[in-house]
C-alpha cells in the first residue's frame, strides 16, 4: 500500500549539535538548490532546516524521528517538540514561491517543530547526499522560509529546559572535564559563568560522578574526568529531588 503524505503538514527539525575544538553551539542545515528550467540561472541557493510532510500513518513524534534519521542516519536521540508554526504567509517570500511551484508542495503548510541534540562528531557530513552543514548559532546562513524563526524559538526553549534539565550532556563525550560542562553552558545561554562558583555547583550534583581518570594528550595539566549517570538522575527526580544547575 503506498504511504500518503498529509499534503499542509508537516515537521521541521532543528538539530543542535556541539563543536568541543570550537565551543560553539552549532546548527544542523541542508542546502536548497533550484536553477531555472529554461536556462542555468541560479533561482534558489540558500539553506534550510530538514524536514517534510506527515504521512497518514504515523504520529508527529514518528514522523520527526523519520526525518531526523533520513539525514542522520540516526536514532533515539533527544529531542523536543516545541512549537507549531501555523503564519498564513509562512511560505510566501519570492523564493520560497519558486521552491514549492516546483515541488509542488502546499502553500498553506502548517509545521510542528522539533529540535534534537548530539555532538557534531557524531554525523558524516562529507558524505551526505542532502549536503548537510553546521553552523554556528551565531553565524547562520541566508535561510528559506521561515526557519530562522523556528531555529531563534528552539534556542529560547533550549537555554530554559537546559537550566532545569540535565539535557546538555547529550552534546558532551561520555567522559568530560567541569570546563567543558560550563563551555556547553555558556555556549547556549550566551553568557560569561563565573567559574568557581560553577566548579562548586557541577561536582555537587550528585549524578555528576568523578573517574579516576584525567584527560590525555594534551600539553597542559590534564583536567579530571568526569561522567554523567542517568541511572541516579532518574532516582533523584521519582524522589521529587529539585534538578537544576
Known amino acids: 500500500m ?16 556541539y563543536d568541543t575544538n570550537t565551543k560553539s553551539l552549532n546548527v544542523l542545515l541542508i542546502k536548497r538548490y533550484l536553477k531555472a528550467k529554461s536556462s542555468n540561472e541560479v533561482l534558489v541557493d540558500d539553506y534550510v532546516l530538514t524536514g517534510y510532510h ?7 513524534d514518528e514522523s520527526a524521528s523519520r526525518v531526523l534519521k533520513e539525514l542522520t542516519g540516526l536514532t533515539n536521540l533527544y529531542k523536543k517538540q516545541f512549537k507549531a508554526f501555523g503564519d498564513p504567509n509562512r511560505l510566501m517570500n519570492e523564493k520560497d514561491i519558486l521552491w514549492i ?12 517543530a522539533y529540535y534534537f541534540l548530539l555532538k557534531t562528531e557524531d554525523i558524516d557530513v562529507i558524505h551526505n ?10 553565524d547562520l546562513p541566508s535561510l528559506g522560509f521561515d526557519h530562522k524563526k523556528i531555529i531563534q524559538e528552539a534556542h529560547e526553549d533550549l537555554k530554559t529546559k537546559c537550566l ?7 552534546l558532551l563525550p561520555e567522559k568530560f572535564t567541569i570546563n567543558e ?5 555558556q555556549s547556549i545561554l550566551g553568557i560569561e559563568i563565573d567559574n568557581r562558583n560553577f566548579r562548586r555547583k557541577v561536582i555537587n550534583k550528585k549524578y555528576i560522578i568523578a573517574l579516576d581518570e584525567k584527560q590525555v594528550g594534551i600539553s597542559k595539566r590534564p ?5 554523567f549517570s542517568k541511572n541516579i538522575y532518574d532516582k533523584m527526580i521519582n524522589n521529587n529531588f529539585l534538578i537544576n544547575i
Open 181 to 185: 560542562v560550563q563551555d556547553v553552558y
Open 2 to 17: 503506498k504511504i500518503k503524505k498529509i499534503p499542509n503538514l508537516s515537521v521541521d527539525c532543528v538539530i543542535f549539535g
Open 129 to 138: 547526499k542532502y549536503e548537510a552543514k553546521w553552523f554556528p548559532f551565531s
Open 223 to 227: 583536567a579530571q574526568l568526569y561522567m
Open 54 to 60: 506527515v504521512y497518514e500513518n504515523e504520529t508527529l
Open 101 to 112: 511551484k516546483n515541488e509542488d508542495f502546499n502553500f498553506r503548510t502548517i509545521t510542528i
Open 164 to 170: 532545569h534539565e540535565p539535557i546538555i550532556f547529550e
